[in-house]
Each structure stands twice: as C-alpha cells, then as structure tokens.
C-alpha cells in the first residue's frame, strides 16, 4: 500500500520561509517522478514543482519558481518542498504525488499523470 506522508505546513508571515517534507513508503521511490501541488479554498488544485525520479529534472510553476524549490533523497524516501519569500497567495494546502507510471525522469505539471496522493498539508501566510 503506497503511502505519501506530507508535514512541515504551517502559519508564516509573508516573506518567511517553510519547508515541506512528503515521505513515501510501499513503492520504490527511486523509480517515481515526484510532484507538489496546492489547492486553495474555492480553487481548483494547481501545480506548484515537479521533480524526476534521479533529480536531475525539476520543473516549476512559474507563480513559485525563483521561490520555491524541490528536491529528493531517494535513500530516504523523501521529497522536500523549500519555500522562500512566501506571499499570501501561497495560502494552500499542499499536496506531494507520485507519477502513475514507474521509470520516468521527466518533471511533469499535468495531474493526471500523477498516482498517488498524500493527504496534504496547510500553508497560511499572513500579511
């Protein structure tokens, strides 16, 4: 049974930094694509970074990126999510998937093409 164990969330002000920490079991991390998305309240789920199964390839939104990065350890089966200079717009829960399909090493935006889900985790940032 695959799970995906997102924590790290919390209430920052605006301009402060979090870091998120999604970790996987019951799947071989190493062979998963790996992805961070949000949802706010009242919007649709949107794509926040992606990152292949090596970590050579990295992909972001372009709302985050410049702020944000993603990184992996596959010994530790964990994905990570830093955020810097967050803006109250980055109010959403946050949510760490794995690619559907094994092998790929590409960093993907598209839902679909994702899984497996975490159950999430809040960001709020205050102004």
């Known amino acids: 049974q695959v799970q995906l164990v997102e924590s790290g969330g919390g209430l920052v002000q605006a301009g402060g930094s979090l870091r998120l920490s999604c970790v996987a079991s019951?799947?071989?991390?190493?062979?998963?694509?790996m992805g961070w998305f949000r949802q706010a309240p009242g919007k649709e789920r949107e794509f926040v970074a992606a990152i292949g199964r090596t970590g050579l390839r990295t992909y972001y939104a372009d709302s985050v990126k410049g702020r944000f990065t993603i990184s992996r350890d596959n010994a530790k089966n964990t994905v990570w999510l830093q955020m810097t200079n967050l803006k109250p717009e980055d109010t959403a829960a946050y949510y760490c998937?794995?690619?559907?399909?094994?092998?790929?090493?590409?960093?993907?935006?598209?839902?679909?093409?994702?899984?497996?889900w975490g159950q999430g985790t809040q960001v709020t940032v205050s102004s």
């Open positions: 998937a794995a690619d559907l399909a094994r092998y790929r090493d590409t960093a993907h935006s598209t839902a679909a093409l994702y899984g497996y």
């Open positions: 019951g799947l071989t991390f190493s062979s998963y694509a």
